[in-house]
């Protein structure tokens, strides 16, 4: 089990690709589907992020906003979300503190490249209490997202 499974959230500030600055607090009273991925424009984080934005509908339909990190630049993440008509926010954790406060980060990563932010789902509530967490330690592999809609449908609206 995750250690920060019912837990407050590590808050976090990060800029979206429009510079603006967005916080785990913006999110108070919501549920949130907060999702961590190596690198935009890679193959696996591409097929995962538009595949959440093909099952959209189905996040809202349990009451949840999704957020996607990545340790890339913000100006990367906004070309990657407009390319792939993301209908969700990208932020951008290229400090790589949230992503080690989540206990989702690899020292090393493929091609000896250090701190990238490891495939990882959470679910937090909207009291801000991580209810559901899946950290992946091969890149190649996604989280259960079935598992993620169970932990929401289990938190109501």
Same mark, same amino acid.
């Given at each position: 089990?995750?250690? *920060?499974?019912?837990?407050?959230?590590?808050?976090?500030?990060?800029?979206?690709?429009?510079?603006?600055?967005?916080?785990?607090? $913006?999110?108070?009273?919501?549920?949130?589907?907060?999702? #961590? #991925?190596?690198?935009?424009?890679?193959?696996?984080?591409?097929?995962?992020?538009?595949?959440?934005?093909?099952?959209?509908?189905?996040?809202?339909?349990?009451?949840?906003?999704?957020?996607?990190?990545?340790?890339?630049? !913000?100006?990367?993440?906004?070309? #990657?979300?407009? *390319?792939?008509?993301?209908?969700? !926010?990208?932020?951008?954790?290229?400090?790589?503190? &949230? /992503?080690?406060?989540? @206990? /989702?980060?690899? $020292?090393?990563?493929?091609?000896?490249? =250090? @701190?990238?932010? =490891?495939?990882?789902? #959470? &679910?937090?509530?909207?009291?801000?209490?991580?209810?559901?967490?899946?950290?992946?330690?091969?890149? @190649?592999?996604?989280?259960?997202?079935? =598992?993620?809609?169970?932990?929401? /449908?289990?938190? @109501?609206?």
């Amino acid at each position: 089990m995750h250690p *920060l499974i019912g837990k407050p959230a590590p808050a976090f500030t990060l800029p979206a690709p429009d510079k603006q600055m967005v916080s785990l607090s $913006d999110y108070q009273g919501k549920n949130l589907v907060l999702l #961590f #991925f190596p690198a935009a424009f890679s193959g696996v984080c591409t097929a995962e992020l538009c595949a959440m934005r093909d099952d959209i509908a189905a996040y809202q339909n349990l009451h949840a906003q999704v957020l996607a990190v990545s340790v890339d630049l !913000p100006f990367t993440l906004g070309k #990657f979300r407009e *390319l792939e008509n993301l209908n969700f !926010p990208l932020l951008s954790d290229f400090n790589k503190e &949230v /992503s080690q406060a989540y @206990g /989702s980060y690899y $020292d090393e990563w493929i091609l000896g490249l =250090k @701190g990238v932010a =490891k495939r990882a789902a #959470f &679910v937090i509530d909207a009291n801000g209490i991580v209810r559901h967490a899946e950290v992946m330690e091969s890149a @190649g592999d996604l989280p259960d997202f079935a =598992k993620v809609r169970e932990a929401l /449908s289990q938190l @109501g609206a």
